[in-house]
């Protein structure tokens, strides 16, 4: 048990997929695995652990951002002992060839600060996926016939961005979407030496002004789980 996660060491698995909403955790913890378990409900940040294919796999929210999402990517890896970290969450597409519900496989993630910032100091340091997770999840998409894009993408601190600016020169290098966890996960991820990916599904487009119908977007975000599943059992 640690500050914010209340599962015994037993109860974590060693692969761990992280949305950051704790209800879509709920959900994917409900919809895929077989034998699910509640295991963490800490300021109501939930946590799952059943089983995909006969594979032990623990489900657990990561809340917004990067403050948040290392809190729990690190109570995971040096508590609890996890190996495989796979992000699964929504993002802004940011090129006219993205789609919305389109997948994008994030093989590095850019961002202006992270919580690791003031570890590398003047080091414009690029956190990246491990590529066996990497090319496992596209294999996955492939079979299933699902729309993905592999490429950079755009980790923000601010959901509400007020620098359009920054915007166009990410849209510009050919950063395929934006979202807020994803570059710490990397960072964190290579320091402790375990596998790290993020699967993200394109819920809104910052080009076309287009955003997903919400009663679209569970089956969308479906696919996103079930090639994450797949990835980390490759």
Known sequence: MTIHIGASPDQIAET????????????????????????NNVRGMLGFTGRYKGNRVTIQGSGM???????????LIRDYGAKTLIRIGSCGGMQDHVAIRDVIVAMTASSVTTPSSTIFREINFAPCADWSLLHGAVNASKARNVKTHVGGIYSSDVFYDERPDLSEQMT????????MEA?????????HQVRALAILTVSDHLLTGEALPAADRERSF????????EAAFA
């Open 222 to 229: 479906g696919d996103m789980v079930e090639i994450a599943l």
């Open 65 to 75: 951002g990067m403050p948040s999402l290392s809190i729990y990517a690190n109570e």
């Open 172 to 179: 510009r290098h050919g950063i395929l979407g934006v979202e």
């Open 183 to 191: 570059a710490e996960l990397y960072n964190l991820a290579a320091r």
């Open 16 to 39: 761990v997929l992280m949305p950051g909403d704790p209800l879509r955790a709920k959900w994917a913890a409900e919809t895929f695995l077989d034998g699910t378990e509640q295991v």
